[in-house]
């Protein structure tokens, strides 16, 4: 049997990393197996659908290296693969279930649903619709459907019994039938749920392992039993369980955040007085600040790295290993390395990742990603960005560093003469300025400022001065850069400003010291 797996998304925005990790792995079974790997468009929810958010799966998909074997835009023999483009396939499975008993017609109205759960939250109850539709005759039925009155199609889940399935990571689940609810199978606009879609469009394209957030748990034995109905085998369930961050929480409604409270329920302050945000493990969420894929590409990570490390976040490989190209995971990935515990996103883990990944880049795949970055705030026909690339690529962690890094170049920031005080290089005030004295009418004097003629003619200088080579040089990177920490040295901070730049910054440092 060829295996094939599908990933199955809603157009409802950003691509979050819990639905990138799904595609990876949906994507990695299929590759492993030698099955297809199919993308389909779950459109059923139109009022939430987001403008351009299907270009958004592509494009994710596209460079996290996913490529669908089926979908919308590359075609297929159980086309087509956007759910609302399906709308005609679904009215007759439920019409088919209706005959057999196992749904029915529901004409009740909004405000008679509304009463009926504000009722059942009176009493402390879950509300659970009381199949109030489903003594209705046929000739009742046809009569109202004549009228043109307005009607949904539910799902009648027996009052006894159990439902169940297995799945590939919590093994039997089982419930009893009478805590489940009559869901609705086809809305009053005649598009089909999630629930009964997702079913129909399963089978129909052939979809053998369905993997999904646990957060489908609860849903899948009524899927089990609308498979039982229409005499259809269920495919193999894996329910994955959940990407959590440790961090602050928002409460939805109000958008104010948690607050951590002592054991008396009172507020704890910090040293100003101010409320402490409770920090809570808790599943990621856009909504709650985290990170999305895009998020992520724009900060500057790359690609490979996310979904290296994002295939580690509920799959252990055998091994102590951790990096993996996409090509080496379609070889090891399987089903029995899944987690059946939570797994925790590292914002610190991540960035460690990225910066192994950017250390891995030849020179030239460096500087292709860090040219944008540095253009931000430098002249590429002013600076050298080739040795610029050389000197940053192992201080680069992810690459919406390197405006910050190289923004001195540009213009000097204003800084205090403290920083010439450095007792390991033994440099004060005074030898500070006795160096930068020094040092002018050697800088000045050099033809070819290279930063090998920099070096070398610096160097040979300083003996002459007295004083050791950090009492030189520290003020000297000082006085031309402003900052202690500098990708480089004073030679090469040199050679990249070019010798106008480093002289006129040296007379101004001068002149403050």
């Not at 606009?189 to 129909?204: E, M, R, S």
């Not at 202690?484 to 040295?489: A, L, R």
């Amino acid at each position: 049997m060829e295996v094939r797996t599908r990933f199955a998304p809603s157009p409802t925005g950003y691509m979050h990393l819990g639905n990138l990790r799904t595609a990876l792995y949906t994507y990695l079974y299929a590759r492993r197996t030698g099955g297809k790997f199919i993308l389909r468009i779950e459109d059923t929810d139109q009022k939430r659908e987001v403008k351009d958010a299907v270009s958004v799966i592509y494009n994710s998909l596209k460079i996290a290296g996913l490529s669908h074997d089926e979908g919308p835009d590359v075609g297929g023999p159980c086309g087509p693969y956007v759910q609302s483009e399906r709308k005609d396939t679904y009215l007759p499975y439920a019409k088919q279930l209706v005959e057999s008993g196992h749904a029915y017609y529901c004409f009740c109205t909004k405000e008679r649903l509304e009463e009926a759960r504000a009722e059942a939250e009176k009493k402390g109850e879950t509300f659970k619709y009381d199949k109030h539709c489903l003594h209705l005759s046929k000739e009742e039925v046809q009569a109202k459907l004549d009228a043109g009155e307005p009607y949904v199609i539910r799902q009648n889940i027996p009052t006894e019994g159990k439902a169940g399935f297995d799945d590939v990571i919590y093994g039997h689940v089982e419930v009893d039938c009478d805590t489940l609810d009559d869901n609705v199978l086809i809305k009053a606009d005649g598009l089909p749920t999630y629930n009964f879609a997702n079913v129909i469009d399963d089978h129909l394209m052939g979809i053998t392992h369905v993997m999904r957030g646990n957060e489908y748990l609860s849903s899948a034995p009524k899927y089990n039993l609308l498979y039982e109905a229409l005499g259809w085998t269920p495919p193999t369930y894996v329910h994955l369980t959940p990407v959590m961050v440790e961090g602050t929480s928002k409460n939805k409604k109000t958008g104010e955040y948690l607050m951590e409270t002592d054991e008396n329920g009172n507020p704890v302050l910090d040293e100003n007085g101010n409320p402490v945000k409770a920090i809570v493990k808790r599943k990621m969420s856009k909504s709650q600040g985290d990170p999305s894929f895009e998020d992520l590409l724009s900060e500057g990570y790359l690609s490979e790295a996310i979904v290296n490390y994002l295939v580690l976040l509920g799959w252990s490989p055998r091994g102590e290993r951790e990096f993996y190209s996409l090509k080496e995971l379609e070889e090891v990935f399987d089903l029995e390395g899944l987690s059946k515990s939570p797994s925790f996103f590292s914002g610190e883990k991540m960035r460690w990742f990225n910066a192994e990944y950017i250390r891995k880049l030849s020179p030239e795949q460096y500087l292709t990603h860090a040219t944008p970055w540095l253009e931000k705030v430098l002249d590429p026909a002013k600076f050298d960005f080739k040795r610029l690339g050389e000197l940053l690529q192992n201080r680069t962690e992810v690459f919406s560093q390197l405006p910050d890094m190289v923004r001195f170049l540009a213009e000097i920031p204003e800084f205090s003469n403290d920083l010439y005080v450095n007792k390991k290089q033994k440099s004060t005030l005074e030898s500070a300025k006795a160096a930068l004295t020094a040092l002018k009418p050697v800088l000045e004097g050099i033809g070819d400022w290279s930063e090998e003629s920099i070096h070398d003619t610096v160097m040979a200088a300083i003996p002459a001065t007295g004083m050791k080579n950090g009492q030189v040089l520290w003020p000297m990177r000082i006085a031309i850069s402003g900052q202690m920490s500098t990708p480089g040295g004073a030679f090469e901070i040199a050679y990249l400003l070019g010798k106008d730049e480093t002289m006129k910054r040296l007379d101004a440092a001068l002149a403050r010291l």
